[in-house]
């Protein structure tokens, strides 16, 4: 795949200052040192982060924990940050351990094309998730009795996210084209070796149009609304510990914390995601230079955000919530649980 976009567009360095090659030199070092580790500290992210998951999906889905509208939005998150993790994994099997540097069949070169939309997408799904959840509680925050909080509604809306974010892939899909190259020419045509790879259409409009798609409606948005809601989250809470004095304090106890859990979840995605929302737009705005000066050298670090918050919901609920903890260790009964 191409690692520059050539552009007619503006550029946000000078390219003839000092701080432009030191920005250049320091990046490109910075890349060639972490990309070795990259590989197998993502390995080890994808491994365990489905094994998590899969843990994660098995609590959620106990008699005790399936009545909430919130733990079936986080299965659904659990499922695509699994598929996020499965991708990548197969990604790095096979395109940076078993690397051919001239190409690969057809078949892995449509899974590579399949791979990027993927990566993109399931990403995508995952943060707009995230702000339903933190819609839903803000909901019942407001008013006990929201009709947010029935599964039924909570899914209707999950799937009509699914929908959304699908659609707004297609250019993605359509912006990236399969690439078959000549390796080898002998005398006869049917010794010839035909490799394939992905690259970037030749269509800068459609490039750019894309990005600020992608940048704008799956990255930015979705921060922005992350961004508010934890906001109103904080507001709420306050608001509403001075208005329930009436209620149980254990109840009020208990409601508050499943708030707080996700706030927590809310902010660690959010200060994840917020550097990733601020480098899709610049991409987007200076696509030439920022793409080959600072995304490509950079690429490796938004990968390893992206796999870390496949982590957050069960990292937070495991350590946050005893009913949790709970019906995790009795999915192994031959094990004691000390609370």
């Known amino acids: 795949m191409t690692d520059s976009l050539e552009c007619d567009d503006f550029q946000l360095f000078d390219p003839e200052s000092n701080f432009t090659f030191t920005l250049n030199w320091s990046l490109s070092k ?7 580790i990259h590989i ?29 509208s919130v733990h079936s939005i986080l299965v659904i998150i659990a499922l695509s940050d699994m598929g996020t993790m499965t991708s ?16 690969y069949s057809y078949e892995w070169a449509a899974f590579l094309k399949l791979h ?28 006990d009795t929201s009709k947010w909080l029935e599964k039924k509604r909570a899914l209707t809306a999950a799937l009509i996210i699914f929908i959304y974010v699908i659609l707004l892939c297609v250019p993605t899909f ?9 390796i080898h020419q002998l005398s006869t045509p049917e010794n010839r070796v035909i490799k394939y790879n992905i690259d970037m259409v030749a269509n800068c409009f459609m490039i750019k149009a894309n990005l600020w ?3 704008i409606m799956l990255k930015a948005l979705p921060c922005g609304l992350l961004f508010w809601f934890t906001l109103a989250l904080v507001s709420r809470l306050n608001e509403n510990q001075r208005k329930r004095e009436k209620l149980v304090k254990e109840e009020r106890r208990r409601g508050d914390m499943t708030t707080y859990m996700l706030f927590l979840m809310v902010t660690v995605f959010l200060l994840m995601e917020l550097p990733q929302g601020i480098i899709a737009i610049l991409n987007a705005l200076f ?53």
């Open 88 to 103: 990548y994994l197969i990604y790095i099997l096979r395109f940076e351990l078993a690397m051919d540097r001239y190409g």
């Open 174 to 182: 359509l912006t990236h084209k399969i690439r078959n190259d000549e």
């Open 40 to 68: 197998y500290l993502s390995l080890l992210l994808c491994v365990f982060g489905l094994l998590f998951n899969t843990l994660h999906i098995l609590v959620l889905t106990r008699p005790r924990m399936r009545t909430s």
């Open 213 to 215: 798609l992608t940048g």
């Open 116 to 143: 990027v939309v993927l990566s993109i997408g399931l990403h995508a799904l995952t943060l707009y998730f995230v702000v339903l959840m933190a819609f839903i509680r803000f909901s019942a925050l407001r008013i």
């Open 287 to 339: 696509t030439s230079q920022f793409h080959s000066l600072v995304y490509q050298n950079l690429a490796d670090i938004l990968d390893l955000f992206s796999l870390i918050n496949c982590y957050v919901a069960f990292l937070v609920y495991v350590s946050t919530c005893s009913l949790y903890r709970e019906t995790l260790w009795s999915l192994f009964p031959n094990f004691r649980y000390y609370q």
């Open 30 to 36: 910075f890349k060639q040192f972490y990309s070795p």
